[in-house]
């Protein structure tokens, strides 16, 4: 059974008891040495040679591939001025953690290590290596910041601070005890329910970030020779676990770098591309998504959209849509795909073809249904897209013998509203079935630990990859 630690950070465990149960099996161990971890480690002995003095370990362009090693690199650099200066004050490296009592279990709050300088206060230090998401002013989670601030020597005589390698800052973990403690009743009232839950699986939109993906029957397991569903009781747990969404299949026909260095490898993106701000367009579909996926589900949808002018008049054109069949939906922000296992002996992979459908139910006469809402000036329906859609739904719908994907093409610029509107018969899936699976397989051929290993193609879309800097000075090519 799991523990309060496994529900921090862990929106799939917070949510579905099926995932806090670890669905009975045990998850992909040796998935805990995926790239960002590994860079994360040799950084950290990196440094802790650096406050220790003792020799350096073993230099960073023996251990990486010369991508992940100039990142590392880097990282170190920035790193470095960060530092308390080694000899002044005293370091603890065993015993940086704390620990808060949740039921009958400890949540443990690990950092990396402690310094008190000649004032007496003890600093408390987490190396976080990853880029800070948006919106997010901590890497650290809330509840790990609770358990800081609940610590009885807080604030007066213990600080603690998160070493930021991607931006080069030192961030105080700093809230208000009143927040730290409802935070901290909130993740024990969670534990305590999921502990007492029965193991069901809770779909949504958290199945996307879920570290057991691959064992869950959200995702059905396919046996890419017969190309038929294995049995859940019969799924195994692989050493690699890759999970990619429906807006990467596309990028992969093109470039299965660029594919790899986002899903697989988290390769920090060129300066140039990286932005906090969310363009007009964007910010727009996603609030006209998130209202939608109430609305669809309520007995007075008109109510979500009359404060909002802009997502109203794309409310309007979905009133307007030309459909020729009847739509009865029964859930939204649907995660549908697949997953299917390849290799064997040490280190089999599972990868996980995904995506989540604005909404599923089904038509008048009972076929099961997809419908996924496209806005902006030019919306359109990406490659592979509908056949994820409509395979994931034949796969869950194992009765039906067909089912509808509906794209709603919703305009901002005053253009009809279209209904793009397919039917996908079983019998007719085979084709479909070999090319996506052909996808999955070529992810998996990745080697895993060797982000120069996918290989790269050069093209228009080269003027638009988030990558374009780095890949182009790492391509071994004039």
């Not at 691959?214 to 190309?227: G, H, R, V």
């Not at 994820?388 to 796969?395: F, M, R, S, V």
């Not at 610029?413 to 899936?429: L, Y």
């Amino acid at each position: 059974m799991s523990s309060p630690k496994d529900l921090v950070g862990a929106p799939s465990k917070r949510i579905c008891p099926g995932s806090f149960a670890n669905l009975g099996m045990p998850p992909p161990g040796a998935s805990r040495n995926v790239p960002p971890l590994r860079r994360w480690s040799a950084i950290w002995e990196f440094l802790a040679a650096e406050l220790t003095g003792k020799p350096p370990p073993v230099p960073v362009e023996e251990r990486f591939d010369p991508v992940q090693a100039e990142i590392v690199a880097a990282q170190i650099n920035r790193v470095l001025p960060l530092l308390p200066v080694p000899g002044r004050g005293e370091f603890d490296f065993d015993w940086p953690q704390l620990n808060y009592q949740i039921g009958p279990e400890e949540l443990n709050v690990f950092f990396q290590f402690a310094h008190r300088g000649s004032d007496g206060v003890l600093k408390m230090y987490k190396l976080k290596t990853g880029q800070i998401k948006e919106g997010a002013e901590f890497a650290t989670a809330p509840e790990e910041i609770s358990v800081v601030v609940s610590d009885p020597r807080f604030p007066t005589s213990m600080e603690a601070y998160e070493m930021r390698t991607a931006d080069g800052e030192v961030i105080r973990l700093e809230m208000p005890p009143a927040q730290g403690q409802e935070t901290l009743a909130s993740l024990e009232r969670d534990y305590r329910r999921m502990r007492d839950s029965e193991p069901r699986i809770v779909a949504g939109v958290h199945c996307t970030t879920c570290k057991v993906s691959d064992l869950c029957d959200t995702f059905p397991a396919l046996n890419p020779e017969a190309m038929e569903v294995i049995p859940f009781e019969k799924r195994k747990a692989s050493g690699f676990r890759i999970m990619i969404s429906k807006s990467r299949l596309p990028e992969m026909a093109l470039c299965q770098r660029r594919a790899a260095w986002k899903t697989m490898f988290s390769i920090p993106v060129d300066p140039d591309h990286y932005s906090l701000e969310t363009s007009p367009g964007l910010e727009l579909g996603n609030r006209f998504h998130k209202l939608m996926a109430q609305a669809l589900l309520s007995s007075d949808p008109a109510s979500f959209f009359s404060e909002d002018l802009e997502v109203e008049a794309l409310y309007r054109q979905h009133l307007a849509l030309p459909c020729v069949a009847d739509l009865s939906i029964g859930k939204t922000e649907f995660p549908l795909g697949f997953s299917v296992r390849f290799g064997a002996g040490q280190k089999p992979v599972s990868v996980v073809l995904s995506g989540v459908a604005d909404g599923v139910g089904r038509e008048g006469d009972g076929t099961p249904a997809v419908i996924d809402h496209k806005t902006g000036a030019s919306p359109r329906v990406y490659p592979y897209e509908a056949e994820l859609y409509a395979l994931g739904t034949l796969l869950r719908f194992r009765e039906a013998p067909a089912v509808a994907t509906h794209f709603h093409q919703l305009s901002t610029s005053g253009k009809t509203p279209i209904c793009d509107r397919k039917v996908w018969k079983r019998e007719e899936m085979e084709e479909t079935t070999r090319q996506l699976i052909n996808l999955a397989q070529t992810a998996s051929q990745w080697d895993l630990l060797d982000a120069t290993s996918p290989p790269f193609e050069v093209g228009e879309w080269c003027g638009t990859c988030p990558f374009e800097q780095r890949c182009r000075s790492h391509r071994g090519t004039p």
